[in-house]
């Protein structure tokens, strides 16, 4: 058991802050219900340093949206949550996004980034103090915009406890990849000389490997840093893959639901239906755009949830998206793909690119049941993990490989499905799963607010009876 909790974050210098603005906008959203973003919600955003990636970074939208679901995990939550220090900074976080944004509109790519950060700052610019003896956990969340990252800390074994809400088999690693969106926790035994040691992250799968240190300071120690800091893996992907495997459920530990020892085994119930997701990188009318079997989601003037709530018509058509790639030319449109409430369902990420993608659903966390190289095939099925892999919300697909899950379609809703590279999602790698129940019942989903926003296309409706208001 962890006697203390600290928290790392993760980003690329500066951008997370963008990214991180996004998502409380997104978390924002939780709260009304799955509301789509519009740009009159992003003014009124105001943004702490730490506190911006945080929303983001322990799921706590997820987790909110799955407890009034009476869905996965929603306990063990609130126990995670530890907050550091917050330091308050005006609305740089929303220039900066907007500077991003134009930037890509105007088509061009992001630059690499000047370097990676913890908890803000750059080298050695954070310390964390552990007493001597004492057993501390770390939660990691890679809150950057475009890469993964390896985690290590430098003289210490991490212990491997909890992933997206998911208690794993406490396995020992001498250092952790985390990828774009992901968040794990770790416990360390402050049971070496007292000094100070390096905490580092470095980038993972780019060309120029960025590194980034901070400060793991025994309260007994008169021993600053010293020397290099220790490596770890760069540009390996079996590596990668081999520790993600070795990432499982623990079904002895008490905790989070569905209860691993009770009657729910994910394994054994029979899939509904197959969707397999390729993402690609077309051009549509002279610029660079991102998508999803070969549809780039165009953003609509009005709230997909609202649309649809309202019944408001030609924002949205069911069946945008097709259920498995098309190997046509890429175009843009409004993508919503529909889906039943309690369908058991697989999808597969189907990655032909040769960069590493990192998918995210909102509203669900899923099993991740395989990933290997090449094409995903029925029978790739065989060699699925269908008795403790994690259930987390976010995954990895790595260059030229598949990854498989499975997900019970428990929270009804307008939910985004998209990539966690802030420059693809933006620029159309994403959609939405409309996970619709017939009944339209408050057992389902919660009414609508009452202070929703009521946008684009929606404006002047009213969510509840003119005369109750
Ligand atoms: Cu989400």
Redesign the pocket.
């Known amino acids: 058991m962890a006697e203390e909790r600290q928290e790392l974050w993760v980003a690329w210098n500066g951008r997370g802050e963008a990214r991180a603005l996004g998502y409380l906008e ?1 978390q924002r959203r939780g709260k009304s219900s799955g509301l789509l973003g519009m740009a009159e919600e992003r003014q009124e955003l105001w943004v702490t340093w730490n506190g911006r990636g945080e929303a983001r970074a322990l ?1 706590y ?2 987790w909110q949206r799955r407890g009034k679901s009476s869905g996965l995990l929603g306990m063990a939550f609130f126990f995670f949550f530890f907050f550091p220090s917050f330091n308050s900074i005006t609305n740089k976080g929303s220039l900066l996004f907007q500077q991003l944004t134009l930037f890509l509109d105007a088509g061009h790519n992001l630059p690499f980034p000047d370097g990676l950060l913890i908890n803000g700052r750059g080298w050695n610019g954070y310390t964390f103090t552990i007493d001597q003896g004492k057993t501390y956990r770390f939660r990691i969340s890679n809150v950057g915009l475009a890469t993964s990252i390896n985690f290590r800390i430098q003289g210490h074994t991490m212990k491997l406890v909890e992933v997206e809400g998911s208690h794993t088999l406490q396995n020992a690693y001498s250092s952790l990849d985390i990828h774009l969106g992901q968040s794990l926790s770790v416990l360390i035994t402050a049971d070496q000389p007292p000094k100070d040691y390096y905490i580092v992250v470095s980038s993972r799968f780019t060309s120029r490997i960025l590194t980034t240190t901070a400060i793991l300071h025994y309260s007994n120690s008169f021993t600053r840093v010293f020397g290099p800091p220790p490596g770890g893996p760069t540009t390996q992907i079996d590596w990668s893959l081999n520790q993600a495997r070795s990432i499982r459920w623990n079904l002895t530990a008490s905790g989070p639901r569905p209860n691993p020892q009770g009657s729910y085994h994910y394994g054994m119930i029979q899939t509904s239906r197959t969707i397999m997701l390729a993402n690609s990188a077309p051009f549509i009318n002279g610029k660079q755009r991102y998508a999803v079997n070969g549809v780039s989601f165009f953003r609509p003037d009005t709230p997909l949830k609202l649309a649809d709530y309202f019944n408001i018509g030609g924002v949205f058509n069911l069946g945008s998206i097709p259920d498995s790639p098309n190997w046509g030319n890429g175009y843009l449109a409004t993508s919503v793909m529909a889906a039943n409430f309690r369908a058991f369902v697989e999808i597969v990420f189907q990655n032909w690119e040769d960069t590493v993608q990192s998918w ?4 669900y966390s899923f099993f991740v049941v395989g990933m290997d190289g090449g094409q995903w095939t029925p029978a790739s099925r065989s060699r699925y993990n269908l008795r403790d892999t994690v259930a987390r ?1 976010t995954t990895q697909v790595y260059p030229k490989s598949w990854t498989a899950i499975y997900i019970a379609l428990d929270n009804v809703g307008m939910w ?1 499905i998209r990539s966690e590279n802030w420059a693809r999602q933006y620029l159309g790698q994403q959609f939405y799963l409309r996970v619709y129940s017939p009944a339209n019942s408050w057992r389902d989903e919660y009414p609508i607010p009452k202070n929703a926003l009521l946008c684009g296309r929606a404006s002047g409706r009213h969510t509840r009876p003119l005369l109750s208001q």
């Open positions: 997104w799921g939208l997820e995210h659903i909102d509203g919300c985004n």
